[in-house]
């Protein structure tokens, strides 16, 4: 009998112990990749088809939503800040230094959007399609696929200024660049299986023109190469592309880390990677082995992805993933 209280006590307890962690403040929510399958199943085969027809239409598409997607949560924690348009109260993030004439994709996420919210109205965050599109783009251009936590709701605003400082610069130190990932809560493993990222995707003379020019550490045909889309001058051909991974821009796979060991990186943050720094021996184990980066960059993806959410009663579901409600 006695015995039986204890037990019962305890299991009093531990129910009490559980929704005061539930209840208390700052305490870690718990994002889930089943958080919709009772309220919206229909929500990842409509955001893949999304994406399947965005990226028909245009490879480079994966690309640039997967790169939204860490925008958003590396300025404020992924909660669709990024989607955000400049208005009369608020000044967000698309402007910004590293955001403006740059980001890309807003339309696919906006279409993804009215789709979801047609089979489930007011349901599912902007954030939460944000991270499951960025998923099935890499998945869509021949990368990984996993499950992806959700649960997380939208910010009611955010500004410009976070954006300019949160985000790492083209030019950073492999020590910058680790201790802005390591801010975030990022190892330095995580930040190079991330930056792998650049196997997709291209980049804007303005961003390269100084590595292409200035630079020793690079590839001298590599180089001239590129000096031929991007004018030294700068303001001259600012917006001249170039593919981020040389030879496979539209495939996800490890090709970015083999052309680190052929110095072929195209922006001086990515040579930054294999140049005789604290991260080289990781940038070589990822270019000797596709399968060790695939794994490396889910779980980075996952751990860049739980980025300060908001959850619970805080923030939003927005109607329009371009302003709050
Ligand atoms: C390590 C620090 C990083 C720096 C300094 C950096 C910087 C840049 C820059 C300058 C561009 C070209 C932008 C332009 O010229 O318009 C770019 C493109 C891109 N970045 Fe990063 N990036 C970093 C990490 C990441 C991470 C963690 C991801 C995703 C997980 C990512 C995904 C991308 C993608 C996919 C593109 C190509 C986008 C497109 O083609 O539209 N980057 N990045």
């Known amino acids: ?12 307890a531990a129910v009490l112990a559980t929704v005061t962690s539930l209840l208390a403040p700052g305490a870690v929510a718990q994002l889930s990749p089943s958080f919709y399958s009772g309220s919206c199943s229909s929500l990842e085969s409509i955001v893949r088809s999304g994406m399947v027809s965005a990226v028909q239409q245009e490879p480079r598409m994966g690309a640039s939503i997967l790169r939204l997607f860490f925008h958003d949560c590396f300025v404020n924690g992924c909660d669709g800040s990024v989607l955000l348009d400049d208005s009369s109260t608020l000044t967000g993030e ?30 599912v965050s902007c954030a ?8 099935d783009g890499v998945n869509l251009l021949g990368g990984p696929s996993w ?9 009611r605003t955010t500004t410009q200024a ?32 991330l930056s792998g990222a650049h196997t997709i995707g291209a980049a804007r003379c303005a961003s390269f023109r100084s590595r292409v020019y200035n630079d020793s550490n690079i590839n001298a045909g590599f180089a001239t190469r590129r000096r031929q889309v991007c004018p030294a001058q700068g303001g001259v051909g600012d917006g001249n592309l ?29 040579q930054e990677l294999f140049n005789g720094g604290p991260v080289d021996s990781i940038a070589q184990q990822y270019a000797g082995n596709g399968g060790a ?11 860049m992805g739980n980025i300060s959410p908001l959850t619970g009663s805080n923030g939003e579901i927005r109607n329009n993933c371009r302003k709050p409600n």
């Open 94 to 123: 698309k402007n910004a230094g590293p955001n403006a004439n740059s980001l890309r994709g807003f339309e696919v996420i906006d279409a993804i959007k009215s789709r979801v919210d047609a089979a489930c109205p007011g349901t």
């Open 242 to 270: 170039a593919p981020l991974d040389a030879f496979s821009s539209v495939r996800f796979d490890n090709g970015y880390f083999r052309n680190l060991l052929s110095r072929f990186g195209l922006l001086h943050s990515d």
């Open 128 to 135: 939460d399609i944000l991270a499951v599109a960025a998923r």
């Open 293 to 303: 980066f695939s794994a490396d960059f889910i779980t980075a993806m996952i751990k």
């Open 147 to 155: 499950g992806v936590p959700l649960g997380r709701r939208d910010a």
């Open 1 to 12: 009998m006695a015995a039986a209280l204890t037990r019962r006590a305890a299991a009093v």
């Open 162 to 193: 976070a954006a300019n400082s949160n985000l790492p610069s083209p030019s950073s130190s492999a020590a910058t660049l680790i201790s802005a990932f390591a801010s975030k809560g990022l190892d330095s493993r995580d930040m190079v299986a």
